[in-house]
């Protein structure tokens, strides 16, 4: 294996954080994605969406070679596509106004609804290679981006 290759095998477990638990590897291979998106969402609004959708299009490539690698079908260590599309969650919530704890739920929310997988998502797995394994966590980032913002605006209105 190459340089490149472990690189990429790096970022595409969330700096490895997706191979050390035997369970839930992917919730792991998340965390990258909480200091992302206190980065992504500190930008200016008209700059959130531009970084997030880079965000999707470096996943692509990430998650294709990492899933050639490791030889398995959208493998559970693969985390790129959780951690690189969290900030999507989260645009527009001024997330430097909000407790630390806020954090946890809007992590939280992402992670229950990757892992149910609703309507289209799981049948978007089907598609094969690193487009199969980002698009349903897009989608799942959406939902999540409307349940998050339901969430601010109950508990912390519009500030």
């Not at 590897?25 to 969406?49: D, R």
């Not at 939280?108 to 309507?119: E, F, H, M, S, Y």
């Not at 049948?123 to 094969?128: H, S």
Request: charged share 15%.
């Amino acid at each position: 294996m190459n340089l490149w290759d472990r690189i990429t095998l790096f970022v595409a477990t969330g700096f490895g954080l997706g191979l050390v638990s035997p369970f839930a590897p992917g919730t792991f291979g998340s965390l990258p994605g909480v200091a992302l998106a206190y980065a992504v969402c500190a930008l200016p609004l008209y700059m959130q969406l531009p970084a997030c959708l880079g965000c999707v299009l470096l996943a692509i490539p990430v998650c294709d070679r990492a899933e050639k690698l490791l030889g398995i079908k959208d493998d559970g260590r693969i985390s790129a596509d959780e951690w690189l599309l969290y900030p999507m969650a989260l645009v527009g919530i001024p997330l430097a106004t909000l407790p630390w704890w806020s954090m946890a739920i809007f992590f939280a929310v992402v992670r229950l609804i990757d892992i149910a997988k609703p309507w289209p998502c799981r049948g978007l797995q089907r598609i094969t290679g690193g487009r199969g394994i980002v698009i349903d966590d897009f989608v799942a980032n959406l939902y999540a981006l409307v349940i998050n913002w339901l969430i601010y605006l109950v508990v912390w209105g519009c500030k």
